[in-house]
C-alpha cells in the first residue's frame, strides 16, 4: 500500500518487471571483496604439500623420519665402536664383554673408569660377540633404509622406461610387452625371491671375492638384481595404465591441435598427472623392500656378516631372545617404526596428491 | 564367460611352466656338481652317480627327464638324506596345511568382522583402535611377530605350551600367522563396506522402512564381501611363504621348516622340488580365487 502524496520515482504496477532503485546502495569496495571467489594462483605441488601438511600422522612420520635419517648420519661419528669389531679395552681383549645389559660395563671397563678412564657407555648394550649393540642397530638401521631406497630406485627406473614405451607405442608391441609382464607378475615373488637369492649367492659368491662389490655382500646385489627383474611389473603396469589413459584426454588432444610438439604434450600433460601415482606408489615400494630384505635375512639369505640390517639382527638375536629379549626388541622396534612411518607418509601423500585414489 | 576361462587357464598353465623352468635352469647354473664333497670320492662311484641320474646328459634332454618325471608325480630324491622328495612333501606338507588353513579361516573371520565394525563406527573410538592395531600389525615383519608371541605368551606368560611333536597345540603359530592378513583384510573390509554403505540401494532399503541390521548384513555385507575373495589368492601365498616363518619360529616339522633347512643345508634337489610345487600351489590358488570372484558377482565384465 502507498501513501498518495509520496510518489515513488516509477509507477509501479503489480507484477511489472521494474525494480525499484531507492531500495539498493551502490557496493563498497569492501563488498566486492567480500564475492570474490578467486584464490591466489597455486601449482600443483604447492597443493599438494599443503595438504599433506594438514594430515597430523604424516607429518608426524616425516618428523619421526628425520630423525632416525639424521640419527643414522649423526650417530657413528660420537660412538667411538665399530660395528664389525669386539670392544677392546684399553687396547686388551675383555671376555667379560659379551651380552651386556643396556648401560652395564664389563668387569675391565669398570677397572679402566674406577681408575679414571673414560669410556663411552653401551647405550644398547653389547651383543653375544662383545660388539656395541648400539652402534649395530644405528648401522643396520642404514643399511635397511639404503636397501630399501636403492630397491625401490631400480624399480622406479625399470617400471618407468618398460611402462612409458609400452603406453606410447601401443598395438602390437604394447600386446606383446604387457603379456611379458602377465606371465612376471603372476609368478610367486616371494619364491622366486628366495630362489634367486639362493642361487645368486651360490654363483656371485666366489666371482666378486676382493672386490669392492664383496664389501656390499651377495645378499645385497642379489636383492637388487631380484628386485630389477620380477618388482618392476607392477610399476610398469601401472605406469603403463596411467599413460594410457592420459593419452585419450581432451586437453591432449587439445594441446596437439595446437601444435604442441610431442616433447612438450608429454613434459606439460602427460608427467605431471601421472607424477604424482609415480611418487606414491614409490614411496610405498620402500616399506615392501625393507620387509624383503628382512625375510631373507630371517633365512639367511640377507647381507652379507659382519654388516648388521635389522632384519638379520632380529633374526641372529632370536638365538638368545630369553636370555636378553632386548637384543630382539631394539631392532624389531625400530624396523616397526620405520615400515610405519613410511606406510603412513605413503598414504599421506596419496591422501594429497591424488584424491582419485583416496579410500 | 568361458573364452575368459580358458584364458586364465592357459595362463596358469604357462605360469607354471616358465617357475620350473626358473627353477631348474637357475639351480643348474650353480657352479659345482651335486657329488663335489669336502672329501673326494671315488671317480668310479661319482661316474656311476652321474649316469644314475642322468648328469651327463645335455641339459636340454635332463630338463625334458625332468619333466616327464614330474608328470609322473616323481620330483627325485633329497640330496642330503636320499628321500623320495615328493614323498617328504606329502607327509609334511599336512602339517603346513591344517596351520594354514586354520589361519586362512581366522583371517578371514576376525578381519571381516572387524571391518564391519569399523565401517559402522566410523571415526569413533571403536574405529580408531581397530585401524591403529592394524597399521600396526601391518608394520611388523613376520618372523618378529611371531618370535615376540613366542616371547610373550609361551616363555614369559606360559599361558600356551611351546609345540612339541606328541601334543602339538597350533594356537600360537596360527596366530602369529594370522595378524597380518586379518589386519589387511580389516582395512580392506573397512572400505569396500563403506564404498557399499555409500550406494543407493542402501538408502533406497533404510527409506522402505528395512531394519538397520538387515540392510547392513543382507544388502550391505554381501556385496562388500565381494572383492574381499580376490585376495583368497594372494592370501594363500601369503600363508606358505609365512609357513616357513612360523614354523621355523616354533620348530613345528612342516613343509616351510623343511624348506628354510633345504636352503641352510644346500640341498638342491629338495629346494627344486619344493619351490616347484608351492609355486604351482601358489598359481592355482590364485587362479581358482578369480574363478569364484567373476562366477559369483555377475556385474565383472569378461574382456
Same mark, same amino acid.
Given at each position: 500500500?502507498?501513501?498518495?502524496?509520496?510518489?515513488?520515482?516509477?509507477?509501479?504496477?503489480?507484477?511489472?518487471?521494474?525494480?525499484?532503485?531507492?531500495?539498493?546502495?551502490?557496493?563498497?569496495?569492501?563488498?566486492?571483496?567480500?564475492?570474490?571467489?578467486?584464490?591466489?594462483?597455486?601449482?600443483?605441488?604447492?597443493?599438494?604439500?599443503?595438504?599433506?601438511?594438514?594430515?597430523?600422522?604424516?607429518?608426524?612420520?616425516?618428523?619421526?623420519?628425520?630423525?632416525?635419517?639424521?640419527?643414522?648420519?649423526?650417530?657413528?661419528?660420537?660412538?667411538?665402536?665399530?660395528?664389525?669389531?669386539?670392544?677392546?679395552?684399553?687396547?686388551?681383549?675383555?671376555?667379560?664383554?659379551?651380552?651386556?645389559?643396556?648401560?652395564?660395563?664389563?668387569?675391565?671397563?669398570?677397572?679402566?673408569?674406577?681408575?679414571?678412564?673414560?669410556?663411552?657407555?653401551?647405550?644398547?648394550?653389547?651383543?653375544?660377540?662383545?660388539?656395541?649393540?648400539?652402534?649395530?642397530?644405528?648401522?643396520?638401521?642404514?643399511?635397511?633404509?639404503?636397501?630399501?631406497?636403492?630397491?625401490?630406485?631400480?624399480?622406479?627406473?625399470?617400471?618407468?622406461?618398460?611402462?612409458?614405451?609400452?603406453?606410447?607405442?601401443?598395438?602390437?608391441?604394447?600386446?606383446?610387452?604387457?603379456?611379458?609382464?602377465?606371465?612376471?607378475?603372476?609368478?610367486?615373488?616371494?619364491?622366486?625371491?628366495?630362489?634367486?637369492?639362493?642361487?645368486?649367492?651360490?654363483?656371485?659368491?666366489?666371482?666378486?671375492?676382493?672386490?669392492?662389490?664383496?664389501?656390499?655382500?651377495?645378499?645385497?646385489?642379489?636383492?637388487?638384481?631380484?628386485?630389477?627383474?620380477?618388482?618392476?611389473?607392477?610399476?610398469?603396469?601401472?605406469?603403463?595404465?596411467?599413460?594410457?589413459?592420459?593419452?585419450?584426454?581432451?586437453?591432449?588432444?587439445?594441446?596437439?591441435?595446437?601444435?604442441?610438439?610431442?616433447?612438450?604434450?608429454?613434459?606439460?600433460?602427460?608427467?605431471?598427472?601421472?607424477?604424482?601415482?609415480?611418487?606414491?606408489?614409490?614411496?610405498?615400494?620402500?616399506?615392501?623392500?625393507?620387509?624383503?630384505?628382512?625375510?631373507?635375512?630371517?633365512?639367511?639369505?640377507?647381507?652379507?656378516?659382519?654388516?648388521?640390517?635389522?632384519?638379520?639382527?632380529?633374526?641372529?638375536?632370536?638365538?638368545?631372545?630369553?636370555?636378553?629379549?632386548?637384543?630382539?626388541?631394539?631392532?624389531?622396534?625400530?624396523?616397526?617404526?620405520?615400515?610405519?612411518?613410511?606406510?603412513?607418509?605413503?598414504?599421506?601423500?596419496?591422501?594429497?596428491?591424488?584424491?582419485?585414489?583416496?579410500? | 564367460?568361458?573364452?575368459?576361462?580358458?584364458?586364465?587357464?592357459?595362463?596358469?598353465?604357462?605360469?607354471?611352466?616358465?617357475?620350473?623352468?626358473?627353477?631348474?635352469?637357475?639351480?643348474?647354473?650353480?657352479?659345482?656338481?651335486?657329488?663335489?664333497?669336502?672329501?673326494?670320492?671315488?671317480?668310479?662311484?661319482?661316474?656311476?652317480?652321474?649316469?644314475?641320474?642322468?648328469?651327463?646328459?645335455?641339459?636340454?634332454?635332463?630338463?625334458?627327464?625332468?619333466?616327464?618325471?614330474?608328470?609322473?608325480?616323481?620330483?627325485?630324491?633329497?640330496?642330503?638324506?636320499?628321500?623320495?622328495?615328493?614323498?617328504?612333501?606329502?607327509?609334511?606338507?599336512?602339517?603346513?596345511?591344517?596351520?594354514?588353513?586354520?589361519?586362512?579361516?581366522?583371517?578371514?573371520?576376525?578381519?571381516?568382522?572387524?571391518?564391519?565394525?569399523?565401517?559402522?563406527?566410523?571415526?569413533?573410538?571403536? *574405529?580408531?583402535?581397530? %585401524?591403529?592395531? =592394524? +597399521?600396526? !600389525?601391518?608394520?611388523?615383519?613376520?618372523?618378529? #611377530?611371531?618370535?615376540?608371541?613366542?616371547?610373550?605368551?609361551?616363555?614369559?606368560?606360559?599361558?600356551?605350551?611351546?609345540?612339541?611333536?606328541?601334543?602339538?597345540?597350533?594356537?600360537?603359530?596360527?596366530?602369529?600367522?594370522?595378524?597380518?592378513?586379518?589386519?589387511?583384510?580389516?582395512?580392506?573390509?573397512?572400505?569396500?563396506?563403506?564404498?557399499?554403505?555409500?550406494?543407493?540401494?542402501?538408502?533406497?532399503?533404510?527409506?522402505?522402512?528395512?531394519?538397520?541390521?538387515?540392510?547392513?548384513?543382507?544388502?550391505?555385507?554381501?556385496?562388500?564381501?565381494?572383492?574381499?575373495?580376490?585376495?583368497?589368492?594372494?592370501?594363500?601365498?601369503?600363508?606358505?611363504?609365512?609357513?616357513?616363518?612360523?614354523?621355523?619360529?616354533?620348530?613345528?616339522?612342516?613343509?616351510?621348516?623343511?624348506?628354510?633347512?633345504?636352503?641352510?643345508?644346500? *640341498?638342491?634337489?629338495? %629346494?627344486?622340488? =619344493? +619351490?616347484? !610345487?608351492?609355486?604351482?600351489?601358489?598359481?592355482? #590358488?590364485?587362479?581358482?580365487?578369480?574363478?569364484?570372484?567373476?562366477?559369483?558377482?555377475?556385474?565383472?565384465?569378461?574382456?
Amino acid at each position: 500500500m502507498r501513501e498518495g502524496n509520496k510518489r515513488a520515482p516509477f509507477a509501479k504496477n503489480m507484477l511489472s518487471m521494474q525494480v525499484d532503485l531507492s531500495k539498493f546502495t551502490l557496493a563498497s569496495e569492501e563488498d566486492k571483496k567480500s564475492f570474490e571467489v578467486m584464490r591466489p594462483p597455486s601449482t600443483f605441488w604447492r597443493d599438494g604439500f599443503k595438504n599433506f601438511k594438514k594430515n597430523k600422522m604424516a607429518m608426524t612420520s616425516v618428523i619421526v623420519l628425520v630423525l632416525i635419517i639424521l640419527a643414522i648420519v649423526i650417530v657413528p661419528y660420537f660412538v667411538p665402536y665399530k660395528y664389525s669389531e669386539t670392544i677392546r679395552v684399553d687396547g686388551k681383549r675383555d671376555r667379560t664383554v659379551a651380552n651386556l645389559k643396556p648401560y652395564e660395563w664389563s668387569e675391565k671397563e669398570q677397572e679402566y673408569i674406577d681408575e679414571g678412564g673414560d669410556l663411552f657407555p653401551h647405550v644398547m648394550g653389547t651383543d653375544p660377540l662383545g660388539r656395541d649393540y648400539f652402534i649395530r642397530v644405528i648401522i643396520g638401521t642404514r643399511v635397511s633404509l639404503i636397501v630399501g631406497f636403492f630397491a625401490s630406485l631400480i624399480v622406479l627406473v625399470i617400471g618407468l622406461i618398460y611402462g612409458s614405451v609400452s603406453g606410447f607405442l601401443g598395438g602390437k608391441v604394447d600386446l606383446v610387452m604387457m603379456r611379458i609382464v602377465d606371465i612376471i607378475y603372476s609368478l610367486p615373488d616371494t619364491l622366486m625371491i628366495i630362489l634367486l637369492s639362493f642361487v645368486l649367492k651360490e654363483t656371485i659368491g666366489k666371482q666378486i671375492q676382493g672386490t669392492l662389490l664383496a664389501k656390499v655382500g651377495t645378499g645385497m646385489i642379489s636383492m637388487f638384481i631380484v628386485f630389477g627383474l620380477l618388482y618392476w611389473v607392477s610399476m610398469a603396469r601401472l605406469i603403463r595404465g596411467q599413460i594410457l589413459s592420459i593419452k585419450e584426454n581432451e586437453y591432449v588432444l587439445a594441446a596437439n591441435s595446437m601444435g604442441a610438439s610431442n616433447a612438450r604434450t608429454i613434459r606439460k600433460h602427460i608427467l605431471p598427472n601421472c607424477i604424482s601415482v609415480i611418487i606414491i606408489s614409490t614411496a610405498l615400494q620402500i616399506p615392501s623392500a625393507i620387509f624383503t630384505e628382512s625375510f631373507l635375512s630371517f633365512l639367511g639369505l640377507g647381507v652379507a656378516v659382519p654388516m648388521p640390517s635389522l632384519g638379520s639382527l632380529a633374526s641372529e638375536a632370536r638365538q638368545g631372545m630369553q636370555a636378553y629379549p632386548y637384543q630382539l626388541i631394539f631392532p624389531a622396534v625400530i624396523i616397526s617404526l620405520v615400515v610405519l612411518t613410511l606406510n603412513l607418509i605413503g598414504d599421506g601423500l596419496r591422501d594429497a596428491f591424488d584424491p582419485k585414489l583416496r579410500k | 564367460m568361458w573364452r575368459y576361462f580358458l584364458k586364465r587357464i592357459l595362463l596358469a598353465i604357462a605360469t607354471v611352466f616358465v617357475v620350473i623352468a626358473i627353477t631348474f635352469f637357475t639351480m643348474n647354473a650353480i657352479p659345482g656338481g651335486p657329488f663335489d664333497k669336502e672329501k673326494a670320492s671315488d671317480p668310479a662311484t661319482i661316474k656311476a652317480l652321474t649316469e644314475r641320474y642322468d648328469l651327463d646328459k645335455p641339459l636340454g634332454e635332463q630338463f625334458t627327464i625332468y619333466l616327464s618325471r614330474m608328470m609322473k608325480g616323481d620330483l627325485g630324491i633329497s640330496m642330503r638324506n636320499g628321500r623320495e622328495i615328493i614323498k617328504t612333501i606329502n607327509r609334511k606338507f599336512a602339517v603346513s596345511a591344517k596351520i594354514g588353513g586354520y589361519s586362512i579361516i581366522a583371517s578371514f573371520a576376525i578381519g571381516i568382522t572387524l571391518g564391519v565394525i569399523a565401517a559402522l563406527k566410523r571415526n569413533k573410538l571403536t *574405529d580408531r583402535v581397530i %585401524i591403529f592395531f =592394524t +597399521t600396526l !600389525f601391518q608394520s611388523v615383519p613376520g618372523f618378529v #611377530m611371531a618370535t615376540l608371541v613366542l616371547l610373550v605368551f609361551a616363555l614369559k606368560l606360559g599361558w600356551f605350551p611351546v609345540y612339541n611333536e606328541l601334543r602339538p597345540n597350533y594356537f600360537l603359530a596360527v596366530l602369529s600367522l594370522s595378524l597380518y592378513p586379518a589386519a589387511y583384510i580389516t582395512r580392506l573390509t573397512k572400505s569396500s563396506m563403506l564404498d557399499v554403505m555409500a550406494d543407493d540401494y542402501i538408502r533406497t532399503a533404510r527409506s522402505k522402512g528395512v531394519s538397520p541390521g538387515k540392510v547392513v548384513f543382507k544388502h550391505a555385507l554381501r556385496n562388500a564381501v565381494l572383492p574381499i575373495i580376490t585376495y583368497l589368492g594372494p592370501m594363500v601365498a601369503y600363508t606358505l611363504t609365512g609357513s616357513m616363518v612360523v614354523e621355523t619360529v616354533f620348530t613345528m616339522p612342516g613343509l616351510g621348516l623343511e624348506f628354510v633347512q633345504s636352503i641352510l643345508n644346500r *640341498d638342491y634337489t629338495m %629346494i627344486m622340488g =619344493t +619351490t616347484i !610345487f608351492l609355486a604351482s600351489l601358489m598359481v592355482i #590358488m590364485t587362479l581358482i580365487s578369480d574363478l569364484i570372484y567373476k562366477m559369483v558377482d555377475p556385474r565383472i565384465t569378461f574382456e
